[in-house]
């Protein structure tokens, strides 16, 4: 049963209760001659059951979503032996390495024990440098409390064709930042890095249209990035999926191109609304002369006709901040911006109470 089909039959359930509420309001009005302090009462009591059971609904269909997406996560968490799609482009290895098995290990461990954490960095305007979109990163802490970083795991989960879980990971836990973020960032986007392996397994492909859904109302908020090359090769479904994403309102990105000449419009046609671009790529490109210059204006006049927005990664140093004004630069995101920081750190606080 889908989660659709779950909320249907709560608020089935809830309109039940509300019809037997306003029956025995019509009673009791009765019973007591229409007296109005029993009415108000008795009306009052009817609402509050509704909100009451509404509320309780949602609550209850958004955590019986999330416990359900982790559990089948975790289930279909087992190193791949076999090729699972002999015809994807960017096949796993056939079979898992002892080195691989021991990091996927560790992986599990961390999502059965809940030990993922989601980490954020700014994205800013410039040359304000005012805060505009965030990029998420996963932490995975072992056991022992030491973190295990992207750069440990990715490799081995993709090998095993494993790295859709840490997709879906990264989306339930980018969900839960966005709806428990403070007022001061309550518009913000995240944008969460996708592998096409994610989206070309039916099984993971189907939790993660569930979740969609579930959250269709944070369509608008969450960006989903690729990098060129995985866009380049990427299969028949994946591409038939991504229009199935699309068309649900998500947007997406691109990132690690290393030409300025790509078919931008067909990216824009695909939804792709937003394009990263190292910082040394496009110094090095300006650096070159009128010529160079005018290949980066070229380059930046095209996402503009397309309606694409041009992020520039990897700024790490003040000293290049006026070259990159220069180019009329309108995103930036580095460690010059910030550093990523644990999600909880943009989110609502609860109160602390003093001890008496």
């Known amino acids: 049963m889908n989660f659709r089909q779950k909320s249907s039959r709560y608020s089935g359930a809830v309109l039940f209760t509300a019809g037997i509420a306003g029956a025995i309001l019509v009673v009791a009005s009765i019973s ?43 289930d279909k968490f087992q190193p791949a032996r076999r090729k699972a799609q002999p015809d994807l482009a960017f096949e796993p290895a056939s079979d898992v ?88 960032n309550s518009q913000h986007r995240i944008f969460c890095n996708l592998s096409p392996a994610t989206i070309f397994d039916n099984d993971f492909f189907t939790r993660f249209t569930d979740y969609l859904d579930a959250n269709e109302d944070l369509a608008h908020r969450l960006v989903f990035e690729f990098t060129y090359p995985a866009v380049e090769m990427m299969h028949d479904r994946v591409r038939t999926n991504l229009e199935a994403i699309a068309k649900r309102g998500y947007a997406f990105s691109v990132d690690h191109i290393r030409r300025f000449d790509l078919d931008w419009a067909a990216l824009r046609a695909k939804n792709f609304r937003y394009v990263k671009a190292s910082s040394a790529m496009l110094l090095a490109e300006s650096s070159k002369g009128d010529e160079g210059r005018k290949c980066v204006h070229q380059f930046k006049q095209a996402l503009f006709d397309n309606g694409i927005d041009l992020i520039v990664e990897k700024i790490e140093y003040e000293s290049k901040m006026p070259h990159i004004l220069e180019l009329g630069i309108d995103y930036g995101q580095g460690t010059l911006f910030g550093v990523p920081q644990i999600a909880t750190q943009f989110t609502v606080k609860e109160p602390v109470r003093a001890v008496a």
Do not use: C
Not at 50 to 56: G, P, S, T
């Open 32 to 74: 007591s001659g229409f007296r109005p302090e029993i009415e108000i009462w008795l009306a009052t009591a009817l609402v509050v059951s509704i909100i009451l059971h509404a509320r309780a609904g949602f609550a209850l269909s958004r955590a019986q979503q999330e416990l359900e997406m982790l559990r089948g996560l975790v």
């Open 97 to 184: 390495s002892e080195n691989d098995a021991d990091v996927l290990k560790e992986v599990q461990n961390a999502i059965e024990n809940d030990r993922i954490d989601l980490y954020l960095q700014p994205i800013v305007s410039l040359p304000q440098r005012k805060l505009r979109y965030y990029e998420a990163f996963s932490r995975l802490r072992k056991a022992d409390g030491d973190v295990l970083r992207p750069a440990d795991y990715i490799d081995a989960a993709e090998r095993a064709n494993r790295i859709g879980v840490i997709d879906n990971m990264i989306l339930l836990r980018a969900v839960q930042a966005l709806r428990q973020f403070d007022p001061m």
